[in-house]
């Protein structure tokens, strides 16, 4: 069965340090989502693509994070400087058309420890 | 605007008895509304969605839901809970097929099962 696949699965970094999350989405899932999850709360969007397009990065601190899906495919999600409050598990998801009609595919998310 | 209320944030049931979870909903036009189920350390699953059929919809591993109207609710229910239906549970609520816009998730429920 096709997954989600994301890296790494667990992340501890210093505050001010860069990192990044990767993301291959299921083969022919046109859109593609990364969500943030803090722990007791149900996922955030931070960044929605349509192919290589960004539909919707409006929940996206861009002063600090990035996102990029250069080819269509996979993506990446960057975050620099970190700071404490973005330790959360980082969600990314795929679907196959526009996320309001129907099932979205999630990996196994990327948990991100800063200290 | 749309919104998405879990009324519990935590249930506990016995194994074998009925589970009950109750998800509220806010939308200015009719909406989809799906349930996902999260495991520990795991990417959240599909378990069912409404798309505007039939107001009782059946999911994965016995679970099912009922769309009121009039109610605004959307609650999940199960007949006889199973240990492996430990989890949280996400209610989640999305625009009209066929166009662009957030899944709004609600802060989920925590389902603990005991023998």
């Known amino acids: 069965e096709a997954e989600v696949a994301q890296s790494p699965r667990y992340k501890i970094t210093e505050k001010s340090q860069a990192v990044a999350f990767w993301c291959d989405p299921i083969?022919?899932?046109?859109?593609l989502y990364w969500y943030r999850q803090i722990l007791g709360q149900g996922p955030e969007l931070l960044v929605q693509?349509?192919?290589?397009?960004?539909?919707?990065d409006s929940q996206l601190p861009k002063d600090r994070f990035s996102a990029e899906r250069l080819k269509g495919v996979d993506s990446t999600l960057k975050i620099q400087p970190a700071e404490l409050g973005d330790s959360a598990m980082y969600l990314c998801a795929s679907s196959e058309g526009q996320g309001a009609t129907g099932e979205l595919f999630f990996g196994e998310g990327s948990r991100l420890t800063v200290l | 605007a749309q919104s998405v209320t879990q009324l519990d944030s935590h249930v506990s049931v016995s194994e074998g008895t009925p589970v009950l979870l109750r998800c509220n909903y806010s939308?200015?036009?009719?909406?989809?509304l799906f349930w996902y189920v999260q495991h520990p350390n795991k990417g959240l699953q599909l378990l069912l969605k409404?798309?505007?059929?039939?107001?009782l919809v059946k999911g994965i591993n016995g679970f099912e839901a009922e769309f009121k109207k009039s109610e605004t609710s959307f609650h999940l229910t199960k007949p006889s809970a199973h240990m492996s239906d430990a989890a949280e549970y996400f209610c989640?609520?999305?625009?009209?097929?066929?166009?662009?816009?957030?899944?709004?998730f609600g802060a989920g429920t925590q389902v603990v099962v005991t023998p």
């Open positions: 693509f349509q192919d290589e397009s960004v539909v919707d």
């Open positions: 989640v609520v999305s625009p009209p097929t066929d166009s662009w816009g957030k899944l709004q």
């Open positions: 409404y798309t505007s059929a039939a107001t």
């Open positions: 083969s022919g899932h046109a859109t």
């Open positions: 939308s200015s036009y009719s909406p989809s």
